[in-house]
Each structure stands twice: as structure tokens, then as C-alpha cells.
């Protein structure tokens, strides 16, 4: 089946406008992450996402930052009055998450390169 | 707070020889270990991983990794490594009681040369 799918793969915009960052999970996982990738800063957690629990956003940088998952599947996060720091390459991740299974695999998408002017 | 540390940034390696990568985490509690690769140009991509029981993991490229747990380590080995293994690698950690984000290393580059 297919995989995880972000988009777009490519976003530029100016500093100080908001952005929305798309991500499609593989079909039937429950579990959903978003992760920051930056030069000198690695692989970041932002937020997660598992069924209908309230999500974890301890990983977000600030409030300018926010993510909505939708009927379980699809999740936006969206960046608002965006920075030059906020330029990274933001990744969604999914996993089947099944209850009381604490062995879990996350499958990662390609990715959203976002660019700060 | 739970880390991981990787301890090579870049590894530069002839083909044909072999390959170490340090991994090392701090994370209380049972936990689930991770290698990831990046190849140019693709996404992330599970390259190996450890939930329980034997603690040395192989995949069908000739990758392995071992976890000691005394040591708190998940090293990732190859023999003989070639052109196509040039990726970025990263170690990950997690928690074994839940499914819960993912902690990872800062990545390793290696570049293989002919």
C-alpha cells in the first residue's frame, strides 16, 4: 500500500506569514507524528497524535506552532507568523499504534522543506 | 531527559571496509531501539530495529547492530560496505510501555568512496 505523504514536498514564504503543512498517514494507523529536522538540531519531536486521545504537543517551540489530525487521518500543522529559525524540513510519521502494544514502528514521509525569507 | 548520543558526525570509508557506528542513549525504563537511514535525496527510511529478545538484530544488506544493555549501546556494524550504503544514519530510542515519540541521535554521515 502507499506510504506516509506530506505536502507540499517544497514551501518557501516570507517571514512573518502563516503556513500549512499537510500530512497523509498510511491507512489504518492510529498513531501520527511530526517531526523538525534542522542543521544542527537533528531530528526534533513536535507532536503526536494517537486516535482519539488528546495529542501531545510537548515537543511544539512555541505557540506559534499548532497541529489538527481530522477524522483520525489526515493532519495539518500550521506555522503562523513564521520565522527564519522555522526554516527545516518538517516530517510526518504514522504507526499502527494497536492498543497495549508498546513495539511500534514508525514509517516516516518524505518530508516538507520549508524556507523562511 | 532521555538523549542519544552518536558519536561519529562523519565517517568516510574505503568500499570493502568494515563499518562501526557508536550509538549510546540514556532513556529510563525498557525501551525500543532504532537504526534509520537517509539515502540522498530519499526520506527516512527503518533500516533495523530492537524490541526484545536476541539483542543482535540483522537485516538482509549485511547491517547489524547489538544491543548491551549494560553498556547502554545500539552499534551499528557491516563487514564490507559499499558505494550504495552512503546515507546518513540515525539511532533512535523509545519506550517500550507505550507508543510514544521517537528520540534520535544527531545522525551520522558516511560517505563510501570507490
Known amino acids: 500500500g502507499a506510504g506516509v505523504s506530506q505536502s507540499p514536498s517544497n514551501k518557501v514564504t516570507e517571514k512573518g506569514k502563516d503556513v500549512e503543512l499537510r500530512c497523509d498517514p498510511i491507512s489504518g494507523h492510529t498513531a501520527l507524528y511530526w517531526y523538525r529536522q534542522s542543521l544542527g538540531q537533528g531530528l526534533e519531536f513536535l507532536i503526536y497524535?494517537?486516535?482519539?486521545?488528546?495529542?501531545?504537543k510537548s515537543g511544539l517551540p512555541s505557540d506559534r506552532f499548532s497541529a489538527e489530525r481530522t477524522g483520525g487521518s489526515v493532519s495539518t500543522l500550521t506555522i503562523q507568523r513564521t520565522q527564519q529559525e522555522d526554516s527545516a524540513v518538517y516530517l510526518c510519521?504514522?504507526?499502527?499504534?494497536?492498543?497495549?502494544?508498546?513495539?511500534?514502528?514508525?514509517?516516516f514521509g518524505p518530508g516538507t522543506r520549508l524556507t523562511v525569507l | 531527559a532521555q538523549s542519544v548520543s552518536q558519536h561519529n558526525h562523519h565517517v568516510i570509508l574505503s568500499e570493502a571496509a568494515s563499518l562501526e557506528l557508536g550509538c549510546n542513549y540514556s532513556?529510563?525504563?525498557?525501551?525500543?531501539l532504532f537504526w534509520y537511514v537517509q539515502y540522498p535525496g530519499q526520506h527516512l527510511q527503518l533500516l533495523l530495529k530492537?524490541?526484545?529478545?536476541?539483542?543482535l538484530v540483522k537485516d538482509i544488506k549485511g547491517f547489524e547492530a547489538e544491543f548491551i544493555k549494560s553498556k547502554f549501546s545500539f552499534n551499528l556494524r557491516k563487514p564490507s560496505v559499499q558505494w550504495s550504503d552512503t546515507a546518513e544514519y540515525f539511532c533512535a530510542v523509545n519506550s517500550n510501555s507505550g507508543n510514544t515519540p521517537l528520540v534520535f541521535g544527531k545522525g551520522t554521515r558516511l560517505s563510501v568512496i570507490a
Open positions: 532513556y529510563g525504563g525498557t525501551v525500543n
Open positions: 497524535f494517537q486516535g482519539n486521545s488528546a495529542p501531545d
Open positions: 530492537y524490541f526484545s529478545g536476541d539483542p
Open positions: 510519521a504514522s504507526s499502527l499504534a494497536l492498543p497495549g502494544l508498546g513495539t511500534d514502528t514508525q514509517y
